[in-house]
């Protein structure tokens, strides 16, 4: 695997990556379900001072509000052209693609994945988003996938 000392942004794809992928419909639109172990390894990169984004292809109220609960700032929700979402990112962070790790789990996120020095997913991604990734977790997508991630890059920063 590819080291993760050099990475400084982790940056996620929301639905089927930080959700199950299901999409709840109720009277007043669309409900998310997030895991809570995902959410604590979150908060304890941003803790640390690590950066972490969501890139999305829609934008529901709800990961709005899941980013701010877990003091995530770095949004493009509502983005088709995920790589070029990466690449302003990286711009705005000032930091070369080659330093993020991005999480996705679909066929539109593969662009994304490329872009990035190291490209992760679920372990029930796509076939083909999984032959892409460097990274392949042992958890599904809204299951404590992202918390896997987020335990490898935390283990690295003791580590390093």
């Known amino acids: ?41 979150i908060i304890e990169l941003r803790r640390r001072g690590f950066q972490v984004a969501l890139v999305s292809f829609r934008d529901f109220p709800a990961t709005r509000r899941r980013a701010a609960d877990l003091g995530i700032e770095l949004l493009s929700l509502g983005s088709d052209k995920k790589d070029d979402a990466l690449r302003d ?31 992760a997913c679920p372990s029930n991604a796509h076939p083909l988003i999984k032959a892409e990734c460097d990274i392949v977790t042992k958890k599904t997508g809204g299951n404590g996938a992202v918390g896997e991630v987020a335990d490898m890059l935390l283990e690295s920063m003791k580590n390093g």
Do not use: H, W
Not at 16 to 24: F, W
Not at 95 to 108: K, N, R, Y
């Open 89 to 119: 990112i990286c711009s705005k962070l000032s930091i070369d693609c080659e330093s993020v790790i991005f999480m996705g789990d679909g066929l539109m996120d593969l662009p994304a994945i490329r872009t990035a020095g190291i490209g």
């Open 1 to 41: 695997m590819k080291q993760l000392d050099n990475i400084k942004l982790l940056a996620l794809d929301v639905d089927g990556v930080l959700t199950d992928g299901g999409l709840y419909y109720g009277p007043d639109g669309v409900i998310q379900k997030f895991n809570s172990a995902d959410g604590a390894g």
